[in-house]
């Protein structure tokens, strides 16, 4: 496992993110009947579903947030009461959800001590409830005003939390994220039981208790990350990248642009990134600065460019645990011509590694950390490989498995899933750099999205090119800026110059 001790600091850390919406309920509330203050009216945008909803004060559950919380039981009534065995007390929170959005849900939950009902919090989006519940005079399990309400056929469901979500014993921090799959203007709190896990000749009771439940609409909230730096060995020249974080930002999606100067804005160049594994990559030591960045865009905000800085200063960056994980792959080369079967690290070997392999037990002729499959074959068969790894400082560690070698590519084609250099090449796009005017390009785009951004990561032009070789430039400010272009279902990111001449 590779351990790495240092966070960067994160004083470079600049986040574009907008205004988020958050509506919080404490439930704090002065109210003149607190134990039923939901169907009352007195808890503001909020309301009773089933029986008395109230806020309590209990010394002994020490609330999170404030000095009060909001309280519902769940009752399991036996199959002698006519009505329904389950009642319970459910409330509602006022809220408008937009399609598409997506929200974080976030709330302080525990439940009563001792419950042996094991209840289930149900949490749905509605729109159609109303007011409903309040004291019963029948009460207890002959009670109507707190028979737990079937939910409406127009509703999403949020979350359906077990026991195990919600301790009895102390309070607990839950958060839900969802998106919307409709407009909604109501978050549905339903205690409910799972009657097949009950003896239905058994009463019970159970309660939940709530507190500080907060909704953010987190739509145009961009996945945060932080940056962990390790040095390949004591004398490494590499250093390690581990991107922690933001783990749904596809590897493609990455930029790396070093910068001309560690303590002032403006990039040299977009590097090549040199990923390792799916969420970390290596960095030449001392080779200055570098900006890692992603764009961040959905249909309801604003793109912009999350971006952390980092130095590759080898002094103050700690070495990487010496021990990398590795496993045996196997795949053709870009071009089909060799089969390279290999150990491939999580992370870079540290130097003084050694590698060795054999191939149906002879000793394999190694080429760096693997070897090429006999170009005379046999093809098509499984074959039994096993690797040897002895890493500095590290017990050695022999792999072994079965590697299926597949049938050679067509020479005349190219493999399946392979870049075809030469094509690559031909459709590559150029542009005048720096630009003056105009930015041309060296071909027509059809339906291209165009988009320049700031090198503080702003958003300044955004447009769809189509059927036109250039585009005006004329009012940005000379500078330096990322060009972002979408077209023929793949995006390039260049540097792009802006110079205008007197
Ligand atoms: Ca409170
Ligand atoms: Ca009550």
């Known amino acids: ?56 004060t209990t010394s002994s559950l020490t609330v999170p947030s404030g000095s009060k919380y909001a309280h519902t039981y769940i009752r399991h009534c036996d199959a002698f009461y006519s009505t329904s065995r389950i009642h319970g007390e459910g409330f509602v929170l006022e809220n408008d959800f937009v399609a ?17 009902v094991n209840p289930i919090l149900g949490i749905y989006l509605t729109n159609t409830l109303g007011n409903f519940g309040g004291a019963d005079p029948g009460a207890g399990c002959n009670s109507l005003l707190d028979v737990v309400p079937a939910v409406p056929a127009d509703h999403q469901s949020v979350a359906n939390l077990n026991p195990s ?44 208790y709530y507190d500080d439940i907060c909704v953010s609409d987190i739509t145009c909230r961009a996945p945060e990350f932080k940056l962990s730096l390790c040095r390949q060995g004591e004398e490494g020249k590499e250093l390690l990248v581990t991107i922690n974080g933001a783990e749904e930002v596809p590897t493609s999606d990455w930029l790396l642009l070093r910068l001309k100067n560690c303590n002032a804005p403006g ?4 590097s090549p990134i040199n990923w390792v594994s799916n969420n ?20 309801f905000c604003e793109p912009q460019y999350i971006q952390l800085q980092f130095n590759t200063n080898a002094d103050n960056i700690p070495i990487c645990d010496a ?96 870049s075809n250099s030469a094509e690559t090449a031909a459709a590559q796009l150029l542009f005048t750099n720096p630009a003056d005017q105009f930015l041309r390009f060296n071909q027509v785009l059809e339906g291209a999205n165009v988009q ?18 250039q585009i005006s430039v004329s009012d940005l400010p000379d500078g330096q800026y990322l060009l972002v272009i979408q077209h023929a279902g793949k995006r390039e990111a260049k540097l792009l110059m802006v110079i205008h001449r007197p």
């Open 1 to 56: 496992m590779q351990k790495f001790f240092v966070i960067l600091p994160m004083l470079l850390l600049q986040f574009f993110t907008q205004a988020q919406e958050r509506r919080c309920w404490d439930f704090e509330e002065q109210c003149p009947n607190p134990g039923n203050a939901f169907f009352t009216g007195c808890i503001p945008d909020a309301f009773a579903q089933s029986g008395t909803p109230d806020i309590g």
């Open 100 to 116: 598409g959005h997506k929200y974080e849900l976030k709330f302080w939950a525990r439940r009563g001590p001792g419950n042996t």
């Open 165 to 208: 979500a919600i301790p009895a014993t102390e309070w607990k921090l839950i958060t839900l994220t969802f998106t919307a799959a409709g407009n909604f203007s109501q978050l549905w709190f339903r205690p409910t039981l799972d009657l097949t896990a009950l003896n239905p000749s058994a009463d019970f009771e159970s309660h939940f």
């Open 267 to 270: 990039f040299a160049s977009l």
């Open 280 to 299: 970390s990559f290596t960095v030449p030591a001392n080779s200055g600065c570098y900006v890692l960045a992603y764009l961040f865009e959905n249909e």
């Open 323 to 418: 021990c990398v994980d590795w496993s045996i792959v196997a795949d053709w080369d870009e071009y089909c011509k060799t089969f390279l079967i290999e150990a491939q690290g999580a992370g870079s070997f540290p130097p003084g590694t050694q590698v060795s392999a054999s191939i149906e037990g002879k000793p394999a002729t190694m080429s760096g950390t693997g070897f090429y499959y006999p170009e005379d074959g046999p093809w098509g068969v499984g074959v039994i490989v096993c690797f040897t790894v002895d890493q500095p400082n590290c017990p050695p560690v022999t792999q072994c498995a079965t590697i299926l070698i597949p049938e050679p590519c067509d020479p005349h084609n190219v493999c399946k899933g392979r």
């Open 452 to 469: 320049i951004y700031s090198m503080q990561g702003g958003l300044v032009r955004s447009l769809v090119v189509d059927g036109a070789n």
